[in-house]
Every structure is written in structure tokens, then in C-alpha cells.
């Protein structure tokens, strides 16, 4: 196998990794704004997000580890990507910046208003890039407007198309859902079982709208054969999903919905192969062979893959392993942090009185 072609499988592990991981984690933020009960809110929400605290920043490298991959291997696929598709990748970037900062930040005031504007970055940090990520890996493997030098020609309406506005929904629905079964994995009480009552609605509506969405891609936009697999794997985790969510199987749930996501990267990057990014006019398109770095540079980044790679896999295992326990509001303490109320100094004896004591 050429190292141009496994560079090309290894960029859609690190995405696979990137969807399955921080897939449940925008399904979490997402659901900051719906699940919890307005008595217990604060309480609820804390929960949800100690879920995935120990784990969210960890799961966003493999984003970083996504695109300095392509980088690397595929400089001219990552130029025309990032300034192709620079806008919607730009509200991307801003929406995870938000996102961390309300993560970091969320706790450090004790003030119901701060919390309160960083539960609205958190949840819109998550909904923005599960629809737009959907919307770039549909125009992606639908093919867009480059001209001869490999420049996107078609302008930032041409990316909202019916087609990519449904990769969108898709997205968001597959992560919402992943997200509710993850909430229902790691969670006790009353809110796993409203988690496991949503999940188990969401999945029904997930498998009608990511199945058409997957059929229309075979019919319309690969020209493999064998991704039909991919489709029917699809199909049968995401009705695995609904059938394990009916019976509160949420582990067996949560594994369904995460092959789902595997079949969903392998359907789109099969569908791509030999290509990066199509092009209309097929002489234009980016391939595995115009668009790659030179052999050398791919040698060196092989062996520095198959070096770290395996360390990096065994301490986000771990990480796992030690926070697996479930958290019930009863596990949450009292908020603590700084405050914006500004202290009182203390009185003072009056100057009289501090005289008659010393006669």
C-alpha cells in the first residue's frame, strides 16, 4: 500500500476518533438547554457537565491531531479546505474557543448570571459545529467549484446547498442522540432516566433522516460499490440504537451509536478515495497523489505514528477507566468560586473608647 493511501485511511481514523469522542460531548452541551428540570437546573446541569469534564479536552486533540495530519501528508487538500471553506471553518474555531472558555470558566464565579452565560456558550459551542461539520464533510464528498490551480471558486451560498443542509441535520441528530446515551451511561437518578427517555426518541427520527441522507450519498455521489456496506452498517447500528434504548441497554446503545459514526467516516472517505476534495470539472479535483507531500515527509511522519500513536491511545484509555463511576446530583457539592459582591470592611472601635480603655 502506498504511503499516500495510508495517510489517506489514517486521516479518517483521527476524524472517526474526533466524531465518536467529542460527538457525545456535543451532545451533552447541546442538551444543557433541554434536559434539565427548571427546580433542579444548576444541580442537573453540573452533572452533565462533570460527565464529560474529565475527558472533553482530551477528545478535541484528535481534532488537532486531524488537521495537522492533513497538513502534513495533504498541503494542498489543507490549503484549498481552510481557505475554501474559510468562513464556515472560522465560526467553527470561535464556537470551540467559546466553548473552552466556559468549560474553564463556568465554576470560577459564584454567580448565577455567570453561569448563566456560560451555560449559552457552552450550548451554542456545541450546536453550531455539530451542523456546520455536518455541512463541510457533505459539500466535501458532494464535490465543489475549483478552478485549474485548486482554488475554491464557488463562494460561501454555493456551501448551503439541500444537500449539505441535510449532512447538517444529520450530524446534529447523531450527536444529540450519541450524547443522550453517553448522559444516560454516566449519570444516576432522575436524569438518566429522562436522558434514556430522550435518546430513545431521538433515534427514531435519527435513523429516518441520516438513512435518507446516506442513500441519497451512494446514489448520487460514489462511484464504490463496496460503501454500500458501509450504508447497510449504518442502518443496522442506528436500529440497534433505537432497540437498545427501548430496553435501557445503554452501554449496548451507546456502542451502536458509536459504530454508526464509524460507518458514517468510512461511507464518506470511501466514497472520496482516490480524491480529497472533487471538483465539478473532474481535471480540477485534489487527489492522494497531487494533493501529498513528498515520500520523505511521509515516511518520517509513518514511523512517528507508529511511535506515539499507541501512547497517546493508552492514556486516554486510562483516563476512561478512572472516571467510568456514574454521578447523581447527590454527588454534586455547593458551588464554590470568587464573587462579585465586593467585601465590607470591618468596623472600627471609635477613637474615644479605644482612649478610656488605655486610661
Same mark, same amino acid.
Given at each position: ?35 434539565p428540570k %427548571?427546580?433542579? %437546573? ?87 459545529p455539530s ?163 513528498t515520500d ?64
Amino acid at each position: 500500500m502506498e504511503l499516500t493511501t495510508v495517510w489517506f485511511v489514517l486521516i479518517a481514523v483521527l476524524w472517526t476518533g474526533y466524531l465518536v469522542l467529542e460527538g457525545f460531548d456535543f451532545g451533552v452541551g447541546m442538551l444543557l438547554g433541554i434536559l434539565p428540570k %427548571k427546580e433542579d %437546573k444548576e444541580r442537573e446541569r453540573r452533572v452533565m457537565i462533570n460527565t464529560i469534564g474529565p475527558v472533553w479536552d482530551g477528545n478535541e486533540v484528535w481534532l488537532l491531531t486531524a488537521g495537522g495530519a492533513t497538513f502534513a501528508a495533504f498541503p494542498e487538500w489543507y490549503a484549498t479546505l481552510f481557505s475554501g471553506f474559510y468562513l464556515p471553518l472560522f465560526l467553527i474555531l470561535v464556537a470551540l474557543i467559546v466553548r473552552v472558555v466556559a468549560f474553564e470558566w463556568r465554576g470560577k464565579i459564584d454567580d448565577d448570571r455567570w453561569r448563566a452565560w456560560a451555560d449559552r456558550a457552552l450550548i451554542f459551542g456545541s450546536w453550531l459545529p455539530s451542523a456546520l461539520w455536518g455541512v463541510a464533510f457533505a459539500n466535501i464528498v458532494r464535490g465543489v467549484e475549483l478552478d485549474a490551480a485548486h482554488e475554491y471558486v464557488g463562494g460561501f451560498w454555493a456551501l448551503l446547498n439541500p444537500f449539505a443542509l441535510l449532512g447538517g441535520a444529520v450530524t446534529t441528530l447523531i450527536f444529540l442522540t450519541h450524547g443522550a446515551i453517553f448522559l444516560a451511561l454516566k449519570s444516576d437518578g432522575d436524569i438518566r432516566r429522562r436522558a434514556g427517555d430522550l435518546a430513545a426518541r431521538l433515534s427514531i427520527v435519527t435513523v429516518v433522516v441520516a438513512g435518507a441522507w446516506a442513500v441519497w450519498l451512494q446514489l448520487a455521489f460514489s462511484d464504490q460499490a463496496w460503501t454500500w456496506a458501509a450504508v447497510a452498517v449504518a442502518a443496522v447500528a442506528l436500529v440497534g440504537v433505537v432497540v437498545a434504548t427501548r430496553l435501557r441497554r445503554e452501554g449496548q446503545a451507546f456502542i451502536a451509536s458509536a459504530v454508526a459514526i464509524v460507518a458514517a467516516v468510512v461511507l464518506i472517505f470511501g466514497s472520496l478515495f482516490p480524491d480529497v476534495m472533487p471538483a465539478f470539472d473532474v481535471a480540477n479535483s485534489l487527489t492522494v497523489d497531487n494533493a501529498s507531500s513528498t515520500d520523505y515527509t511521509l515516511t518520517v511522519m509513518t514511523w512517528v505514528a507508529v511511535i506515539l500513536t499507541p501512547l497517546v491511545l493508552l492514556y486516554q484509555g486510562w483516563t476512561y477507566w478512572v472516571f467510568r463511576k456514574r454521578l447523581s446530583t447527590a454527588d454534586i457539592p455547593a458551588p464554590t468560586g470568587l464573587t462579585f459582591t465586593r467585601p465590607q470592611p470591618a468596623p472600627t472601635a471609635p477613637t474615644g473608647a479605644s482612649g478610656s480603655l488605655e486610661a
